[in-house]
Structures are given as C-alpha cells and as structure tokens.
C-alpha cells in the first residue's frame, strides 16, 4: 500500500514517507528508497528529483527530530532523569561527549535502522549546535538516500530482492551495535562498581 501511495503522488508521496520514516514512524525507509530508484529505471520518474525529494524528506524528518529534542528532551531528562540515575554532572558529561565526537555518528547513522530514528534527538537534548547538526546530518541524509536510490536504479527489476537482503542485513548491523553498546556500557558500571572509590 504504501509503494502503491508512491507511485500515486509521486515526488510529494517520497518526501512525506522520508520525513515520516525519519521522525519514528515505522517505514521501511530502504525498500521506499529503492523502489524509488526502481521508478527512475522504468522511467516514471526523474532520477535527480527523486534524490531532491527523497533528500529534502529525511533533512525535515531528522531537523523535526533535532527540534523536538532540543525543546522537550532536555526538559525530561532534567525532571525525571534522576529516577533513572541521569544526573546533571552525567548530562554535563554527555553533552561534551556529544559536541566531541557525537557529531560523527550523525552521518553513518542514517545507515543503521534505529540508531537514525534516535541520533538526531540525542543531539538535540545535548544541545549540539545546529550549525554542526545540520552540517553532518544533512550530508548524510543526501548521502545515504542517494546510494539507496541509485541501488534501485542500478538493481533495476530486481531492486526488491536486493533491497529485502539490504534491509535484513542493516537490522541485523544494528542489533549489533545496540548489544556493543550494552556491552560497553555494562562493563563500565561494573568497573566504577568495583572500583576503590565506590568501595569507600
């Protein structure tokens, strides 16, 4: 139904499933991408307007992601992050890990399912400025729609197979850097667990 509503409405139907699919609605943002791309190969559509709508769609999806962080994230966090263990010294510690290295994730994040629905909130709670957000997420969005549509364009009649076995491979790339994470993340509390000062 929703390839049916793209090729019904066109460049408008790509840009709003984009947005919508970035901002957390559950899209499968590859398969529209390269369904795209498989347009552009028929030749219903233009392939250079269908980047530019496909890009334009993930730049508002992630910046409406950004802005919802930047205005109510930061609000939640420092009422009822305490419940949770987030203090504002650990905060304090996020934001500057963020605006040192954060900025880098934001454009091979829009590769990994998941991890691109979260990364632009993450930065708006952090408050990274949206100078640099906007520098690094947009250059990725344009990036990673343009290599999904090209792959339709490219893949031709078989872009659905080919993004069936994209889409199973990058949802198992992301479990994979959740349970890292976790990983990381548990090591370091049992660390400051067994750590002298927290013997004390």
Same mark, same amino acid.
């Given at each position: ?35 795209? *791309?498989?347009?552009?190969?028929? $030749? ?24 919802? $962080? ?81 792959? *339709? ?48």
């Amino acid at each position: 139904m929703l390839l049916h509503w793209i090729v019904e409405f066109g460049y408008p139907g790509i840009f709003a499933a984009l947005l919508l699919g970035i901002f957390g609605a559950p899209i499968p943002d590859e398969v529209v991408l390269s369904f795209a *791309g498989y347009l552009a190969f028929e $030749g219903t559509q233009q392939l250079h307007f269908a980047i530019l709508a496909a890009s334009l769609g993930s730049v508002c999806g992630i910046s409406l992601s950004y802005a919802v $962080g930047r205005s109510f994230g930061l609000f939640f966090v420092e009422r009822y992050g305490r419940f949770v263990g987030i203090t504002p010294e650990r905060l304090g510690r996020a934001h500057n890990w963020f605006g040192r290295y954060g900025k880098w994730t934001l454009l091979p994040g829009f590769f990994i399912p998941g991890v691109r629905h979260l990364i632009a909130y993450l930065a708006g709670t952090s408050r990274l400025k949206y100078s640099t957000f906007s520098l690094f997420a947009y250059a990725g969005g344009f990036l990673w729609t343009t290599t999904f549509i090209l792959l *339709g364009y490219y893949m031709g009649k078989d872009w659905h197979q080919m993004s069936a076995l994209l889409h199973k491979h990058l949802r198992l790339g992301a479990a994979i850097v959740v349970l890292v994470f976790l990983a990381w993340f548990l090591i370091r509390w049992l660390l400051r667990r067994n750590s002298p000062q927290s013997a004390q």
